[in-house]
């Protein structure tokens, strides 16, 4: 059989991978494009509820996670929010600033799969789509896909295929499977960007919070070696934050978060959400991708508010109870939760807290008038509203992730070109390389700079 060939070889039509074919493609290489779904880009369709959050106006290096937060330097540097924009209004789409940076279309996220299609077929991109490829072998200069439209024969491979979020949209681990078959190194993946779950009986009493939010700050640092999984429990009662004074050291000029850098360290300012099973919300998910098994998250349920001092300063001449004190700046469900379970610090307190909350009923504690509880039980209190901490026992999985954290090291790449320094003409891009960016369009950003650094370094045959 006759075997096509090309300059290059894109496996995966997403945001990065059609970004590098339509930018080798205008380059003048004869690109073929190939993809295993029969819907063009369903990620780029469903993000952002539909509206697709294509960048962040503050997109850096600091908002990547990475085992080499530099590598990502290089190609954010040289294709920026800005240059996607100009892309953007080139083809007549509008958007907005939604949220601290984040950018979406005024339309739909069709017109970002719009854009990309019409740039590839601007380069004279050729499409196999829908197309399984069932292997890649490397012949004398070439790579050889066995392809369902056959064979396909590529002087450059890319693989573009993404990570392992959410699989009932066809996402697979097939560029990390190619990327070790010619030798590289894999950062294990996990899911990042995802609810966190907790033990069934632990969480039992917040279980009914269910649809509850606040904005909260969450803090995560990471254990000391050996210090790690030690505790099953959901809580190990209250604490004072670490963030509950503190400053963070760094921050995104538009992201209007704080976050704190030092090793995988890291706070952020956002809203949280209780579930059946966990938290979830925007800044569970951020925090979610620095957390590991084993290790607690911290969170701070009255950021910037002293609550201890204020509980003592608002005895004076109230007749107000506990609870209504509370109840004045969280939801009335969340005080009654809290107060039942005295601070909800462990097991047997989550228990308290659920025989009352199944009864309807706070505790004695909440009950009490604020006048009446005693100064050091409120800077207690306080302390624990500051200083809430939790041990989930995992995470939703991929099937509720947002993207995957890890894939391939970033020591196996070049940085300006993407390609692997063992196997000269294999490039990874997007998703697929351990480069994982914050919650908020930064993941579109590097699919789009880690894509245009490829699809411009790649060569003619």
Not at 41 to 51: H, N, P
Not at 152 to 162: E, H, M
Not at 180 to 192: H, M, N, S, T
Not at 399 to 404: I, R, S
Request: charged share 20%.
């Amino acid at each position: 059989m006759t075997r096509a060939r090309f300059d290059v070889a894109v496996v995966g039509a997403g945001a990065a991978g059609m970004m590098a074919a339509a930018v080798a493609g205008q380059r003048g290489l004869r690109v073929v494009l190939i993809d295993h779904a029969e819907r063009l880009a369903e990620k780029i369709r469903i993000s952002g509820g539909g509206r697709c959050n294509f960048t962040n106006l503050g997109a850096g290096p600091a908002q990547f996670l990475s085992r080499n937060p530099d590598f990502c330097r290089s190609a954010l540097r040289a294709y920026g929010p800005q240059d996607f924009l100009d892309l953007l209004r080139a083809h007549g789409v509008s958007w907005h600033e939604k949220h601290r940076g984040q950018l979406f279309c005024d339309d739909s996220s069709e017109s970002v799969i719009r854009v990309l299609r019409q740039e590839c077929d601007s380069g004279g991109v050729t499409w196999r789509m829908p197309c399984r490829v069932q292997s890649v072998l490397r012949e004398t200069d070439d790579f050889v896909l066995s392809t369902d439209a056959g064979p396909i024969r590529a002087a450059q491979l890319v693989l573009a295929t993404g990570g392992m979020a959410i699989p009932q949209l066809g996402a697979t681990d097939f560029s990390l499977r190619i990327a070790r078959q010619f030798g590289l190194k894999i950062v294990e993946p996990r899911p990042a960007l995802v609810p966190l779950t907790f033990d069934a009986a632990h969480w039992r009493p917040y279980a009914a919070l269910s649809g509850v939010a606040l904005e909260v700050r969450l803090s995560h640092e990471p254990s000391a070696p050996g210090e790690g999984g030690a505790a099953p429990g959901l809580s190990d009662g209250p604490h004072t934050s670490a963030s509950g004074g503190g400053r963070a050291a760094g921050r995104s000029a538009r992201a209007g978060r704080k976050h704190r850098r030092g090793g995988d360290r890291a706070e952020f300012l956002e809203d949280l959400l209780f579930t059946h099973r966990g938290l979830s919300g925007p800044g569970i998910l951020q925090i979610s991708s620095y957390w590991q098994p084993g290790e607690p998250i911290r969170i701070d349920l009255a950021p910037g508010q002293a609550m201890g001092d204020a509980l003592v300063a608002a005895k004076q001449g109230s007749r107000q109870t506990l609870l209504t004190a509370l109840s004045g700046i969280w939801p009335r469900r969340l005080a009654e939760a809290w107060l039942a379970g005295g601070g909800a610090t462990d097991a047997s307190a989550a228990e308290t807290a659920g025989h009352a909350l199944e009864h309807g009923a706070p505790a004695a504690l909440g009950g009490q008038r604020l006048a009446d509880v005693p100064d050091r039980r409120l800077r207690a209190l306080g302390e624990g509203i500051h200083g809430w901490t939790l041990w989930p026992t995992g995470t939703a999985g991929y099937k509720k992730a947002e993207v995957m954290r890890g894939g391939v090291d970033t020591d196996e790449l070049d940085q300006r070109s993407l390609q692997a320094h063992r196997c000269p003409g294999l490039h990874v891009i997007g998703e697929a390389v351990d480069v994982t960016g914050w919650l908020g369009g930064y993941n579109f950003q590097w699919a789009w700079a880690s894509g245009v650094a490829c699809g411009r370094a790649l060569e003619a045959a």
